[in-house]
Each structure stands twice: as structure tokens, then as C-alpha cells.
């Protein structure tokens, strides 16, 4: 698995079974079933949920932490890990969020410099607080300025040969391992001592990140003896596909996704031409059924439509696979409820827009002045 690439990962199963991920138990369903993306299984797969479950249950402190590179402005793809970040915030009033702006990944791995990843991060920033992150628990920084995240990977960095890189990245430049080492950082940062110490950590995050996870936890056993560190949990979603039905949404290809940013000409534009589960002509689609299992823009609407319940989306696979339903209308509805859904979001965005600027401003001096400790 590689967490730089843009090929699609087609078969979960057999990624579950050779790196030994749980699955998710009915008895998670029970707690996170209030959340449309544990419901409809877009979460599949975890690494010690159960802790979080537990700190949940009891009222414990724990952190949710995740990164997402300032590469550009979020689309639907890293929409969906927003959407989890804000929602184990939410989910206990003791739980702290740490969100990691890659500055240091977007050099190293896209050639992006530091002085636009922070301009991009106030847009970024502003989407967070949209989606409803709570600011009052929240500490959200850059990797080139937040020291102690380079303090962990220093200390982490004496535990790992080179050809441990290389069985788990394969033969990359010194700036994608510096970038695992910095990951390793930030999802350990919650459990520096200057933030409190140890504490469960749940990191929701798309399946091609788990290699940074596992490295993490194996670093984690090693340095227990400094600073206690508990193994950080994880979540695991699936990849949202490219409009194009091929590679995953990318940041590097404008027609493969929508962004949040996006207009409503341009959305228009980009759902029309989506590849479907369609079949070739009408006549067919009636006589057939569609298949809904292989259609981008039923995916659309799975990851991101209809919050509240999840009936309308059964009924949108019952008539299309019954050949109710033909693609140009059913592609206008899912249309017309995504531009609804981005025009609230963009009223709240632009409430937030001066407290994310703020927040940059902050985040961007070398001693940060927002700090949970
Ligand atoms: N590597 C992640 C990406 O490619 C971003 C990231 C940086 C991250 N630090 C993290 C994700 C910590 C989870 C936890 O998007
Ligand atoms: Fe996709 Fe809708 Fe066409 Fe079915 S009818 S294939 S869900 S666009």
C-alpha cells in the first residue's frame, strides 16, 4: 500500500486480512451509528477502536488528531476525514482535537513552499470550522513550526533502519521518510508531555495511511519507556473514487473531483460527465437495472448526501437497480441536494472566515501561541 499514490485500492478484504485491521462490530454501530459514515460502512475497518469506545463510554479524556496537506482547497475526498475529525470531537465533551497542517509533506511530496501552504490553510481552516470543529478544544498547527513534533520524530527517528523504510514505503527520496517521521510526530503529539501525556488517540484517516499507523505503533512499543505512549487507534475509510470512475479524487487531476470551492456551473458540469453504473441506452436501463455499486455519483450521494437517514439512499439503489431509474434525472437530484448541502456550508464558512484567519496567523510564528498545555 502506497500512501503517495493516486491508484485506487480496489480490494478492502484482502487489505484487512494481510495487516491484520479489525473490522467494525455491530456493538461500534451501537455507539457510532449516529454518524452516516459508520452506518453505511464507509468507516470498514479500525485498529483498537474499542479504547476510544471505552473513553467514550466512561468519560475519559482522549485526542482525535489527523493532517491533511494544504495542497489546495478540500474536496470530497478530504471532505470525508474532515467530517470525522469534527465528529470524534463532538462525540465526548473530553475529547481534544489536534489537527496537523502538512506543510512539510506538501514540500516533500508535491514541491509545494511554506508561505502557500499558508495562505491555502486560512480556506482550509475556515472548511474545519464549517464543519463544525469546536475551536475551544482545538489546536490546530503547521509541521514546520510545531516543535515538538520534531522532537518525537527525532527520538522515533533512532528506532528506525532504513531498510524498515523501505519494506513499508519502498525506495522513496530522504523527503517522503522525513515526512513518515514528522507523521509519526504529529500523531503522537497528543501524548507529549507538555500536552498532558499519555491518552488514548483515535486518527481517522483514509486506508492508504495505515502504513504511517503501523510504523507509528511499532515506534510507539519502542520509545514507551521515555514518554509512556499508548498505541494510537485508527480509522480506516474507504476512497472516495475519481468522477472518471478510475483513480481516487486527486488534487493533481480538477476534472476527478469536486471541490468545495467549486462552482455550481462548474459541479453541474463535472456530475454530468461522471462516470456511472448506467447502461448504454435507455431501452436497456429499463429492461437491465443500473448498477448502482460501480456509479461514482451514487458514491457522491453515499459519502456526502442525506445525513438525517438513510432512506432516500435506499431507495435511489431499489429503483435503480430496478430499472425505475434512468441517470439524467437521477443525476440532477443528487446534483441539486449536493449544491444545497455546499451553499450551507459555505454560509457558515463565511461566519468563521476571520477566526480561521486568526488561527493561521497564530499557528504560523515558530512558537506557537495556541497550545492545549
Ligand atoms: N499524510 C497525510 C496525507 O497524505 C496527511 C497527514 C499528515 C496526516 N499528518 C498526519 C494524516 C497525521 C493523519 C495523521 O494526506
Ligand atoms: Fe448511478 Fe443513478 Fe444512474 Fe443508477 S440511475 S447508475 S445510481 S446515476
Not at 18 to 25: D, V, W
Not at 120 to 129: E, F, I
Not at 253 to 262: E, F, G, V, W
Not at 270 to 292: M, S, Y
Request: hydrophobic share 40%; charged share 30%; glycine share 6%.
Amino acid at each position: 500500500m502506497d500512501p503517495w499514490s493516486s491508484d485506487l485500492i480496489q480490494d478492502y478484504k484482502r487489505l484487512v486480512e494481510q495487516f491484520g485491521l479489525s473490522e467494525i462490530r455491530d456493538d461500534h454501530l451501537e455507539l457510532f451509528g449516529d454518524a452516516p459514515f459508520f452506518r453505511r460502512r464507509i468507516i470498514f475497518a479500525h485498529r483498537d477502536l474499542d479504547v476510544i469506545a471505552e473513553a467514550i463510554r466512561t468519560g475519559k479524556e482522549y485526542a482525535v488528531l489527523t493532517g491533511i496537506k494544504p495542497t489546495g482547497e478540500y474536496h470530497l475526498g478530504t471532505f470525508q476525514t474532515v467530517k470525522e475529525f469534527v465528529y470524534f470531537q463532538r462525540k465526548s465533551m473530553s475529547a481534544v482535537a489536534l489537527f496537523s497542517i502538512a506543510d512539510i509533506e506538501a514540500w516533500e511530496d508535491n514541491g509545494q513552499d511554506f508561505d502557500i501552504s499558508r495562505k491555502v490553510a486560512v480556506s482550509n481552516v475556515a472548511d474545519l470550522l464549517a464543519a463544525g470543529l469546536d475551536p475551544e478544544r482545538s489546536y490546530i498547527y503547521f509541521q514546520s513550526k510545531e516543535i515538538r513534533v520534531h522532537e518525537i520524530a527525532a527520538l522515533a527517528a533512532r528506532g528506525i533502519t532504513l531498510a524498515t523504510m523501505k519494506a513499508v514505503y519502498g525506495e522513496r527520496h530522504m523527503g517522503l521518510y522525513l515526512s513518515a517521521l514528522v507523521q509519526i510526530g504529529d500523531i503522537l503529539l497528543p501524548q507529549h508531555p507538555d500536552l498532558g501525556g499519555p491518552k488514548p488517540t483515535i486518527v481517522p484517516v483514509g486506508v492508504d495511511q495505515d502504513p504511517h499507523l503501523r510504523l507509528t505503533r511499532d515506534v510507539t512499543a519502542k520509545l514507551r519507556s521515555k514518554w509512556g505512549f499508548m498505541e494510537p487507534s485508527s480509522t480506516y475509510h474507504l476512497i472516495i473514487r475519481s468522477l472518471l470512475g478510475d483513480k481516487k479524487m486527486s488534487k493533481r487531476d480538477p476534472m476527478s473531483y469536486i471541490s468545495l470551492r467549486d462552482d455550481e456551473d462548474l459541479v453541474r458540469k463535472k456530475i454530468l460527465n461522471a462516470f456511472t453504473g448506467g447502461r448504454e441506452t435507455a431501452k436497456l436501463q429499463r429492461e437491465l437495472g443500473g448498477e448502482p455499486w460501480r456509479c461514482v455519483v451514487y458514491e457522491i450521494a453515499k459519502f456526502h448526501l442525506f445525513p438525517e437517514g438513510d432512506s432516500e439512499l435506499e431507495k435511489i439503489y431499489r429503483e435503480c437497480v430496478n430499472g425505475e431509474r434512468l441517470c439524467g434525472e437521477c443525476k440532477a437530484q443528487i446534483t441539486e441536494e449536493l449544491l444545497r448541502e455546499m451553499r450551507e456550508h459555505e454560509k457558515r464558512r463565511a461566519e468563521v472566515l476571520p477566526l480561521a484567519k486568526k488561527i493561521v496567523e497564530g499557528a504560523s510564528r515558530r512558537q506557537p501561541l495556541y497550545s492545549l498545555a
